[in-house]
């Protein structure tokens, strides 16, 4: 297992974490995730062989949300 932390821009509320987490979640190789939104972060368990942080990012994006460096 990989550990993966991306920043997550664009969440301003509890609605915004659920929804980052939820996509996250659904994803084939996520193991577990964790979604704050006072530091705006997602840390992300993973399959490294099934599963990279492009993806992940992407995941984000393609729900709404911006991913900062």
Known sequence: MSEIILSVTGMTCGGCVNSVQKVLAALPGVQSVEVSLAPGQARVVVEPARIDR????????????????
């Open 54 to 69: 492009a993806t992940l990012a992407q995941a984000i994006i393609d729900a709404g949300f911006g991913v900062g460096d």
